[in-house]
Nanobody, 124 residues
Framework: QAQLGESGGGLVQAGGSLRLSCAAS????????MAWFRQAPGMEREFVAA????????FYADSVRGRFTISRDNAKNTMWLQMNSLKPEDTAVYYC?????????????????WGQGTQVTVSS
């Protein structure tokens, strides 16, 4: 059974940093595009960042570009999201996702595999 598992969430003050991890198990995701989404209470799940299988192409939502960095290590079947200069509006449950697509997907429906999510709370 292919699974994705997020870790690294927590409570941090505004301006601080967190590093989220997404570990894949049950199959290799080395040929999959992977992404991070987030969902705040009462809001739709929104795209945060994505990375192609080789890591050669990345894409970020405007709201996080310049503050967040997505990366992956296919040998470890792991993806990360380094989040710097965090703001209270970054508070959400963060989900990792994967799909065997060739390019970057920015919508929820383009990803077939999802993790359970990890809570990130940024206090002001």
């Amino acid at each position: 059974q292919a699974q994705l598992g997020e870790s690294g969430g927590g409570l941090v003050q505004a301006g601080g940093s967190l590093r989220l991890s997404c570990a894949a198990s049950g199959r290799t995701f080395s040929t999959y595009t992977m992404a991070w989404f987030r969902q705040a209470p009462g809001m739709e799940r929104e795209f945060v960042a994505a990375i192609t299988w080789s890591g050669s192409t990345t894409f970020y939502a405007d709201s996080v570009r310049g503050r967040f960095t997505i990366s992956r290590d296919n040998a470890k079947n792991t993806m990360w999201l380094q989040m710097n200069s965090l703001k209270p509006e970054d508070t959400a449950v963060y989900y990792c996702a994967a799909d065997p697509r060739m390019g970057i997907g920015r919508t929820r429906g383009e990803y077939g595999y999802w993790g359970q999510g990890t809570q990130v709370t940024v206090s002001s």
